[in-house]
């Protein structure tokens, strides 16, 4: 169940050299302190291994989806992250096996 709903952007470009553009994970944290969420217990889903650095470096579970760009940043994602990483068809599937997760094992924590 969704409780909190919110929607973060970076403005900048990649010149900017601001804290929020992804790889950097300033968004994520902002959203956490704003939306009081645990990071270590949160799942962050997209679709580039910018993402999954950027999830990483909050402290949260990167997912990969393989729509848009994810089907071509498969390959490096796996060889970042390793054969565990989370990767999943789009994103109605990783919602529904998070929540399956999360059902089974309480919050988002790892084995
Ligand atoms: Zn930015």
Known sequence: MVEEFAIYVC???PND???CRKLKPGLILAAAQELQLDLGHSFMIGDSVRDAVAARSAGCHPVLVLTCHGSRQH???RACFGPQ???FAGLYEAVCRIVD???VNGK????
């Open 75 to 77: 390959e490096q994602y």
């Open 108 to 111: 988002g924590q790892e084995k």
């Open 85 to 87: 990483a989370l990767v």
């Open 11 to 13: 403005p900048h470009g």
């Open 17 to 19: 050299r601001c804290e």
């Open 101 to 103: 997760y999360v059902s």
